[in-house]
């Protein structure tokens, strides 16, 4: 069922590039680009970071992170850190490709699923880049400890080793739901019409619109909601995982995105209320019965 939507997408193009002139002129450019940042960065990226992740020293760093107050406070397990901060620093969907189906799985994906700092500082250069990175994986942290599942976060699941093979394995597994995305939603977006383009590129492919995009409002769009490639990607390499806490996080960060792009004056205003409430929730006691916990 997984591979349905990544073949049906790579399929659409062979009708779009016979009866399209604007498809079959911009294609060979999406592939170029498509390739590059697949088979040239995802790829690789996605091979070492699985083999990392499933390996003693992910598991020495999970028992490190575990120890902090506010991983404590998210209610994930231990073994899920490697994966949340490998798509934390590497970006989508990287998380999506290293998590494993388990309790917490899905609020694991929504706290480390983010456009990486080298993107957003391409973008916004590299100190407006950072700061917005930063600001958006405080966001995502809080909103795990405001909403995860407190009872869990005693839980310590085991972390199962793997080898350099299985990691080559699953890696180009992904691969092929990655480009498949990416070139459906990028070859959709040359039919739409170049004045609109502003404006669906945000909704479709987060790459394209950090290329097209100068508004701050359809930048904000991008930057927070991902569009459906990102969506159809993470669904494809998270496969049975739950989307609901991702999806509404990406509400919870488009916000303090917008405002932080469109008034610039106010970033640092911005900032401290996030350190405030991430205050707020670490230092907020738990109390539990039958089972059940009560903030």
């Given at each position: 069922?997984k591979?349905?939507?990544?073949?049906?997408?790579?399929?659409?193009?062979?009708?779009?590039m016979?009866f399209?002139?604007?498809?079959s002129?911009?294609?060979?450019?999406?592939?170029?680009s498509?390739?590059?940042?697949?088979?040239?960065?995802?790829?690789?990226?996605?091979?070492?970071?699985?083999t990392?992740c499933?390996s003693?020293?992910a598991?020495?760093?999970?028992?490190?992170?575990?120890?902090?107050?506010?991983w404590?406070?998210?209610?994930?397990s231990q073994?899920?850190?490697?994966s949340?901060?490998?798509?934390?620093?590497?970006?989508?969907?990287?998380?999506?490709?290293?998590?494993?189906?388990e309790?917490?799985?899905?609020?694991?994906?929504?706290l480390?699923?983010?456009?990486?700092?080298?993107?957003?500082?391409s973008v916004?250069?590299v100190?407006?880049?950072?700061?917005?990175?930063g600001?958006?994986?405080?966001?995502l942290?809080?909103?795990?400890?405001?909403f995860?599942?407190k009872?869990?976060?005693?839980?310590?699941s085991?972390l199962e080793?793997r080898?350099?093979s299985?990691?080559?394995?699953?890696?180009?597994?992904?691969?092929?739901?990655?480009c498949?995305?990416m070139?459906f939603?990028?070859?959709?977006?040359?039919?739409v019409?170049?004045?609109?383009?502003?404006?669906?590129?945000?909704f479709?492919?987060?790459g394209?619109?950090s290329?097209l995009?100068?508004?701050?409002?359809?930048?904000?769009?991008?930057?927070?909601?991902?569009?459906l490639?990102i969506?159809a990607?993470?669904s494809?390499?998270?496969d049975?995982?739950?989307?609901?806490?991702?999806?509404?996080s990406?509400?919870?960060?488009?916000?303090?995105?917008?405002?932080?792009?469109?008034?610039?004056?106010?970033?640092?205003?911005?900032?401290?209320?996030i350190l405030?409430?991430?205050m707020?929730?670490?230092?907020?006691?738990?109390t539990?019965?039958?089972?059940?916990?009560?903030v």
């Amino acid at each position: 069922m997984k591979y349905i939507f990544p073949s049906f997408a790579i399929l659409m193009l062979i009708p779009l590039m016979l009866f399209s002139k604007e498809v079959s002129y911009a294609l060979p450019g999406i592939l170029t680009s498509v390739s590059a940042v697949v088979l040239g960065v995802l790829f690789p990226s996605s091979v070492l970071l699985r083999t990392f992740c499933f390996s003693p020293m992910a598991e020495l760093l999970s028992r490190t992170v575990s120890k902090t107050a506010i991983w404590r406070k998210t209610g994930l397990s231990q073994s899920l850190a490697p994966s949340v901060i490998c798509g934390q620093l590497s970006g989508f969907p990287m998380t999506a490709c290293l998590i494993e189906n388990e309790e917490g799985g899905g609020m694991a994906l929504a706290l480390g699923s983010v456009a990486s700092p080298v993107f957003f500082s391409s973008v916004f250069g590299v100190k407006n880049g950072l700061w917005l990175w930063g600001i958006q994986i405080g966001l995502l942290y809080f909103y795990a400890m405001a909403f995860g599942d407190k009872a869990t976060a005693d839980s310590k699941s085991t972390l199962e080793y793997r080898g350099f093979s299985e990691a080559l394995s699953s890696a180009t597994s992904s691969a092929v739901g990655i480009c498949g995305a990416m070139l459906f939603f990028s070859v959709i977006l040359t039919l739409v019409p170049s004045g609109a383009r502003e404006w669906v590129a945000p909704f479709l492919e987060i790459g394209t619109a950090s290329r097209l995009c100068t508004s701050p409002v359809s930048l904000a769009i991008a930057f927070s909601l991902g569009g459906l490639s990102i969506l159809a990607q993470i669904s494809f390499c998270a496969d049975g995982v739950s989307l609901e806490h991702y999806i509404k996080s990406r509400f919870l960060i488009f916000l303090p995105t917008l405002v932080f792009l469109a008034y610039p004056k106010m970033k640092l205003f911005v900032t401290i209320h996030i350190l405030l409430l991430l205050m707020w929730q670490i230092t907020r006691r738990n109390t539990c019965k039958n089972g059940k916990c009560v903030v």
